[in-house]
Every structure is written in structure tokens, then in C-alpha cells.
């Protein structure tokens, strides 16, 4: 453990660029070989070149943001754990104990709450709609933020360090399994049930995440976990769907213009607002209250 908690501690940013670009590549090959969707047979326009260069755009964008305010997330976390501010910091527990206990807190505080927030804050949904305005989910689709958004989420990151009083080592090592299963659980890949199932147990699967990406309400605002599949069913926003009934995008931005062009999709955020249209009453209804088509 203490070896683990060296390496990120220290680790080079060659290494942590090396783990974003190694992701996509492997879940890239393996989708090829296996995906779930063969887009280019259902929509002889689809080029996953040119698909995955928008997404790209968007990743680099998200890196610059990252990188430019690196600088806070480093001077939080050493001020947390030098005045012994944060959770981690108030109770001695050993390293691994530390480290499960700090990755579950920040995958809520800093990825879930905020993924569900910006589905009902219409503000904060107008930057995270550009994420589900993709037709096509694929390994690139995680990194497909608008700039905005990775400032949106960083803030986020920043509170999570603040209230865990997460040592640097551990911040690190969370935005690497954090990258890495984004990328997984977006893959145009499907496991199978007995797979899914086991790895469910642990971490969120394509099968379960690619339900976040269904085109309309109510099952757009389920499944919001990135890490951790336990915070979707603690708080009853867990949804089972089959991949063959999943059609992706979002039902207010139809049109291949408004979804497949860079520059509308850096404008959508300040464009007019448009309500999502959700399925009609006669659909099957799933999940509470909280799955209410007027949520957004």
C-alpha cells in the first residue's frame, strides 16, 4: 500500500496523461472488435473519425482547464491536511482503510451529487447537455465536457478535497480510476449479464451508465454514478435497460446540425432554453417521485 501511495504521490504528469490516452486506446480497440452498436451499418454517415474528433476537442479542452487550475486543487489539499480539516483527517485509520473511505466520498461529493445537480439545475444543465447531446457513446463521449462544465466539476473536485481533507496521493489516485472507468463505462460495449452482475458489485458497467444516455425522460435523470454503483440505488435513481432499447441523444437537440458541429455545441449553453419533451404518459413509469418528467 505504502508503494501505491508513493507512486501518486509523486507521479509524473507523462504518466497521468499516458493513463487518459491509454484508456481511450484500449476501450477504442475493444469496442471495434466487439462494440454493441455497429453505428456505421444503422447510419451510413457515421464516420467514428470524425465523431471522435469533436470529443477530443473536448477532452483537450477539459485538460487545459484541469491543468490551468491545478493550482488550487493542490494548495486544498495541503491546507486540509496540514490544519486537519476533513474527514480523513479527524480519524486515524490505516492506508487502504483511507483510501476506500476517500475514494467513496469524493465519487459522491465530487462526481455524483454534481452529475445530479446538473441535471436539476437548469443553469448547470444547459453546460452538461453538450455531454448528452452525443448520438453516438463511445469511449470518447466521457471526456465530451463543455468547458464550462469542467469548470462547473472542477469546483466540485475542490469541495470534495476540502470536505475529505484528501491527501494529494489520494486525489491523484482518484482521478485515475476516475478517467479510466469513465471511458470504460461509456465503451460501445455490452457486457455480459453474469459480467455485469459481478462487476456491478463494484464499479458502474457500460450496461448500467449507457441507461444515463437514453435520448428522453424520465430515464435520462437515472444512473449518475462515474465510480461507485451504490449511490444511484441508495438514493433510488437506479434503471435496468436493455442496450438493443437504448437510443442515444437528447430529445431537444434532434437535428445532426445541433448535435455533430462544434461550433453550435459551444454555443448551446447561451442559446434559449428548451424544455425537454419526455416520454408520453402512456410510457412505463419507473423509479419515484424523483423521476418526474419536470425535473431539469
Known amino acids: 500500500m505504502e508503494r501505491l501511495v508513493n507512486y501518486f504521490e509523486h507521479i509524473p504528469s507523462a504518466h497521468r496523461g499516458l493513463i487518459l490516452v491509454g484508456g481511450i486506446t484500449l476501450f477504442w480497440l475493444i469496442e471495434s472488435a466487439a462494440p454493441l452498436f455497429r453505428f456505421e451499418q444503422t447510419e451510413p454517415g457515421y464516420r467514428k473519425w470524425h465523431h471522435a474528433g469533436i470529443n477530443i476537442f473536448f477532452t483537450i479542452t477539459t485538460i487545459i482547464v484541469n491543468t490551468v487550475l491545478a493550482f488550487l486543487l493542490l494548495r486544498t489539499s495541503d491546507w486540509t491536511v496540514q490544519h486537519g480539516v476533513g474527514l480523513l483527517q479527524w480519524v486515524q485509520l490505516p492506508l487502504w482503510v483511507e483510501a476506500i473511505m476517500g475514494l467513496l466520498v469524493l465519487d459522491l461529493v465530487g462526481a455524483w451529487f454534481p452529475h445530479w445537480a446538473e441535471h436539476k439545475v437548469t443553469f448547470l444543465w444547459r453546460f452538461h447537455l453538450i455531454h448528452h447531446t452525443d448520438t453516438h457513446i463511445d469511449t470518447t463521449t466521457a471526456n465530451r465536457h463543455h468547458p464550462g462544465e469542467s469548470v462547473i466539476r472542477f469546483v466540485f473536485?475542490?469541495?470534495?478535497?476540502?470536505?475529505?481533507?484528501a491527501p494529494m496521493w489520494l486525489v491523484f489516485l482518484y482521478q485515475a480510476l476516475s478517467v479510466v472507468l469513465s471511458q470504460?463505462?461509456?465503451?460501445?460495449?455490452?457486457?455480459p449479464r453474469w459480467a455485469d452482475r459481478l462487476l456491478g458489485l463494484v464499479i458502474v458497467t457500460p450496461n448500467m451508465h449507457h441507461v444515463h444516455h437514453h435520448y428522453v425522460l424520465p430515464v435520462t435523470n437515472t444512473n449518475y454514478g462515474n465510480i461507485f454503483p451504490y449511490w444511484d440505488r441508495l438514493f433510488g435513481?437506479?434503471?435496468?435497460?436493455?442496450?438493443?432499447?437504448?437510443?442515444?441523444?437528447i430529445d431537444t437537440h434532434?437535428?445532426?446540425?445541433?448535435?455533430?458541429?462544434?461550433?453550435?455545441?459551444l454555443k448551446i449553453p447561451f442559446q434559449t432554453y428548451r424544455p425537454p419533451v419526455g416520454e408520453p404518459a402512456t410510457s412505463q413509469k419507473i423509479g419515484s417521485d424523483q423521476?418526474?418528467?419536470?425535473d431539469r
Open 237 to 249: 435513481t437506479y434503471h435496468e435497460m436493455a442496450g438493443r432499447d437504448l437510443h442515444y441523444g
Open 254 to 265: 434532434p437535428h445532426q446540425h445541433e448535435h455533430s458541429q462544434l461550433g453550435n455545441l
Open 291 to 294: 423521476l418526474n418528467t419536470a
Open 184 to 191: 470504460f463505462n461509456h465503451a460501445n460495449i455490452e457486457l
Open 157 to 165: 473536485t475542490l469541495v470534495a478535497v476540502l470536505l475529505t481533507g
